[in-house]
């Protein structure tokens, strides 16, 4: 811990919260962190932990979001440094996060596709239906698809147990059960009020909470909950296949020849309760491309609640002096981890703007910063 090291309590264990702390930590700066419940168990541990920026692109393409160029580049970025946090907290603790280079399959070939993908410097390779079959025997892809050899994926739960491995082992706090009922500034000083009545004094407070972050600051005003739902089956052996990426359906492989099956998009729900229907719904939308899925014995079944802000773009930056937000990386958050933790970092650490991240800083901002790339 360095000794001019800011005082900074992250509310939320998540995604963002739990990265961002990780990536103070590697500067010297180590955090308190709050959570009203059990660290990584909100949208986080819902996860399918896919890192596809070539995928999520290709599916925003008809995005009206002025962000949207913003958006490919902040995603390209994260992905590119999700090999070296992968390794990285492997070799600190000792736990594999399950990073596979595996690449997305996308069941269209339509004309152009491929060059609208270059041109966003996603690499595309036209797979035919044989191909396909060769490659992926069990998978029938009639129609070919389009194979995006830069996406990857993390299992969420290895990533949780790392981090908070990482965290433990370099001196970080980490409360659970302990939910921030109000934050204030005082002068330079920001006062953070558990449920319990105890108070946290910081110099920075970053405002992480996922969707129930608009209960603590107008900062976060506008977001809003996403339910999720996805079903784990016993794939019986690992299928060694990329990620399928059906549009209203995907299809992730994990570790111990697991399958994900996700996800519902449920606008405005809140509720963690799963619903039977929606896994049949799931299971049979990728019938249509994996027909025996429907006898795979199911393992698993779960809601996760994702954080959304209009225009399903992320907002992260500095709110008010000493006030950071990481908010609203809705389907994103374990994606985009990498890059919003670094570049906030760097804002709480060198008051240095990062310029991937500038497009999605909330409005009132940032005068007085040096930007760097
Ligand atoms: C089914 C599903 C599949 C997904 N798949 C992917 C994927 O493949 N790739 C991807 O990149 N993203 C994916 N996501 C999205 C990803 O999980 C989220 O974008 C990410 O977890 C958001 O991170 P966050 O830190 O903002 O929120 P969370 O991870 O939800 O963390 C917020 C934390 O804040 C805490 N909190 C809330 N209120 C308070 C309070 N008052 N005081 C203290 N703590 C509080 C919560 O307890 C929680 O732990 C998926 C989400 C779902 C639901």
Not at 205 to 217: N, P
């Amino acid at each position: 811990m360095r000794k001019d090291a800011p005082r900074v309590c992250i509310i939320g264990a998540g995604a963002a919260g739990l990265a961002l702390a990780y990536a103070l930590s590697l500067r010297g700066i180590n955090t308190l962190i709050c959570d009203a419940g059990k660290a990584g168990h909100g949208a986080l541990a819902a996860s399918a932990g896919m890192i596809a920026p070539g995928a999520e692109i290709w599916e925003a393409r008809d995005s009206a979001s002025p962000l949207a160029g913003a958006f490919a580049a902040l995603a390209r970025h994260s992905a590119s440094h999700w090999p070296e946090w992968a390794h990285r907290l492997s070799a600190e603790t000792g736990m594999d996060v399950a990073y596979r280079a595996c690449g997305s399959l996308i069941p269209v070939r339509q004309t152009g596709m491929a060059q609208w993908l270059a041109g966003r410097d996603i690499e595309a390779v036209s797979l035919d239906a044989g191909a396909v079959r060769a490659r992926m025997p069990g998978l029938v892809l009639p129609d070919g698809a389009i194979f995006l050899p830069g996406d990857a994926q993390i299992s969420a739960p290895h990533l949780i147990s790392a981090l908070m491995a990482a965290l433990a082992g370099r001196g970080v706090s980490v409360r659970e059960n302990a939910r921030v009922a109000t934050l204030q500034r005082h002068g330079d000083v920001w006062q953070v009020r558990l449920a319990t009545g105890e108070m946290i004094e910081a110099d920075f407070v970053v405002l992480a909470a996922g969707w129930a972050a608009a209960d603590l600051h107008s900062a976060a005003a506008g977001i809003y909950p996403v339910k999720g739902q996805a079903v784990m089956l016993d794939a019986g052996t690992q299928p060694d296949w990329p990620l399928l990426r059906a549009g209203d359906v995907y299809l992730a492989p994990k570790p111990g020849g697991r399958l994900l099956v996700g996800a519902s998009v449920e606008p405005g729900r809140s509720d963690a309760a799963t619903e039977p229907g929606m896994a049949t719904a799931l299971i049979e939308r990728a019938a249509r491309y994996l027909p025996h899925i429907a006898s795979m014995p199911r393992l698993a079944h779960w809601a996760g609640i994702r954080p959304a802000l209009p225009g399903l773009m992320p907002r992260a930056g500095l709110a008010e002096p000493g006030l950071v937000v990481a908010l609203g990386a809705y389907r994103h958050g374990v994606m985009l981890a990498p890059a919003i933790a670094e570049g906030l970092a760097g804002l709480i650490d060198e008051s240095r703007a990062d310029m991937l991240l500038a497009p999605f800083a909330p409005d009132t901002v940032n005068e007085g910063l040096s930007s760097a790339g």
